[in-house]
């Protein structure tokens, strides 16, 4: 098991009021696992997304990763357990405008000063996914479809054991939406990564080998047909 969240809750006090997004909420993710979690906007997923990547913390309830509580972390040992266990495709995912595309994807890895390993394994992912001559340019050069996909790969160049995406197709057209959801299934049939997709459109959801519900502050999965 790479993740489990135990009994998570969370709300937000909008004025006097509070908002719960989740309350007792559990799942846990295994290794090989592409878990999407569809639900209608302001239903929760990006929050939960936040909480299960350690980006946020829960009112109550746990989060562990490979068996560790990480209640007990600090700032700097829970950006190492980013580092080394997690991939993220934000929402909006936009890639750093001042960095060309290698750049880009590099900087995970930076972060964890890998190198000149990182270099030729980040020229690999460009050539994965079609870009390797698109190296140099920068976001503004890129199109949209090729943003996101490199906005993927970045997510990778840690070698992670779980990628969370959160509407990783949500500024995409159809066709560009249909190349994202086939590069997630293509990457998530090599590497054997669990990744944890969050979004509105159904045929992102319909992708998961788990597929699970966000909706009136409950968490509910669903058979697979
Ligand atoms: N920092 C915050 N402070 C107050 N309320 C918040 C905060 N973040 C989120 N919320 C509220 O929590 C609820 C869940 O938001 P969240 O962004 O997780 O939804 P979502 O399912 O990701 O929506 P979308 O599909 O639009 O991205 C919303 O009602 C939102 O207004
Ligand atoms: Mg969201």
Redesign the pocket.
């Known amino acids: 098991m790479i993740l489990s969240a135990n009994s998570i809750s969370k709300s937000?006090?909008?004025g006097s009021e509070t908002?719960t997004?989740f309350d007792n909420l559990s799942l846990e993710v295994h290794a090989g696992d592409l878990i999407t979690i569809i639900?209608?906007?302001?239903?929760?997923?990006?929050?939960?997304l936040n909480i299960l990547g350690t980006l946020d913390s829960p009112d109550s309830g746990t989060v562990s990763i490979h068996g560790e509580n990480t209640n007990g972390l600090n700032d700097a040992d829970l950006a190492a357990v980013r580092n080394t266990s997690m991939g993220f495709v934000f929402?909006f995912h936009h890639l750093l405008p001042e960095f060309t595309a290698l750049e880009n994807i590099l900087i995970p890895a930076e972060i964890s000063s890998s190198g000149k390993v990182a270099e030729a394994k980040a020229l690999e992912l460009l050539d994965y996914i079609g870009l390797a001559d698109r190296k140099s340019h920068y976001p503004s050069e890129l199109s949209g479809g090729e943003r996101s996909r490199v906005a993927v790969i970045r997510a990778l160049i840690n070698d992670p054991d779980i990628v969370f995406a959160?509407?990783p197709t949500g500024n995409l057209d159809a066709e560009n939406a249909k190349k994202l959801i086939e590069l997630i299934q293509m990457l998530h049939k090599d590497t054997k990564k669990a990744f944890v997709i969050?979004t509105?459109n159904a045929e992102v959801a319909d992708i998961g080998t788990r597929n699970c519900e966000?909706k009136d502050r409950i968490l509910s999965e669903n058979d697979v047909l």
Do not use: M, R
């Open positions: 937000f006090a909008k908002i997004v639900g209608p906007s302001g239903a929760g997923k990006s929050t939960l929402q959160d509407e969050a509105h966000l």
